[in-house]
């Protein structure tokens, strides 16, 4: 019973400008909370059909194609456990000389032009062809995803005088292949894409990456 009329009491004489959240907003944070996957990630593993996934199949075609539309389907790319090992904004991949990131140039009907910026450690036209694939799965009504220009998929630029038009060197505009892993592949005839740029371990036991 003193337990009672002392809760009773302390909520008397707590100040109104100290309170609780209302249902809703512990309803938004709890919803918020428990989605942790990125659908990028759960459409290249083929979890949207399982409990695995907070998404559905549903979830995946977007319902309107717009620049809008595209811009967030680049950004759950780039942002997805996925896009740790390609894109320059993750520590993990900066760390390394991974610069690169995905722009949308323009939306022009069913044809997206796309902007590869920066240095990849994949070769460029694989960073377009999984933006490529991601694009028409989440927005079927993109029939086209090119890039400005043909030489943006090269990995490797020409440089020449300008007079003589003799070349004077090789630009390679990958990121450096810091631990040697990329050369090593190739070497055995291995694509190193296919694994990218970090040996499964670094991401722990607990992750998958099983690219598309």
């Known amino acids: 019973m003193l337990r009672f009329f002392a809760a009773l ?23 918020t909370s428990t989605k942790l996957h990125n659908i990028y990630d759960d459409w290249s593993t083929d979890l949207l ?28 790319l780039m942002d997805s ?5 390609m894109f320059g904004r993750h ?4 760390n390394v000389g991974i610069t690169g990131t ?3 140039i323009s939306l022009e009907g069913p044809e997206a032009t796309l902007a590869l910026i920066g240095k990849f450690w994949h070769r460029r036209e694989t960073v377009l062809g999984k933006a490529a694939m991601y694009l028409n799965a989440r927005i079927p009504e993109i029939t086209s995803i090119t890039v400005a220009s043909a030489e943006d998929l090269n990995d490797f630029e020409e440089v020449t005088d300008e007079f ?16 040697g892993d990329r050369e090593t592949m190739e070497y055995q005839g291995l694509d190193p894409d296919v694994r990218g740029p970090f040996p499964p371990s670094v991401f722990g036991s607990g992750v998958k990456i099983i690219p598309t």
């Open 9 to 31: 009491l302390l909520c008397l004489i707590i100040p109104s400008s100290i309170g609780f959240a209302p249902p809703s907003q512990l309803l938004l944070l709890r919803s």
């Open 91 to 94: 520590d993990m991949a900066a």
């Open 102 to 104: 995905l722009e949308l």
């Open 81 to 85: 456990e996925y896009g740790k090992t």
């Open 49 to 76: 059909s399982t409990a695995s996934s907070p998404y559905t199949y549903d979830d995946l075609i977007l319902p309107f194609c717009d620049e809008e539309a595209v811009e967030q389907c680049l950004e759950e």
């Open 164 to 179: 003589t038009g003799e070349i004077l060197y090789v630009d390679d505009k990958r990121s450096p292949d810091f631990n």
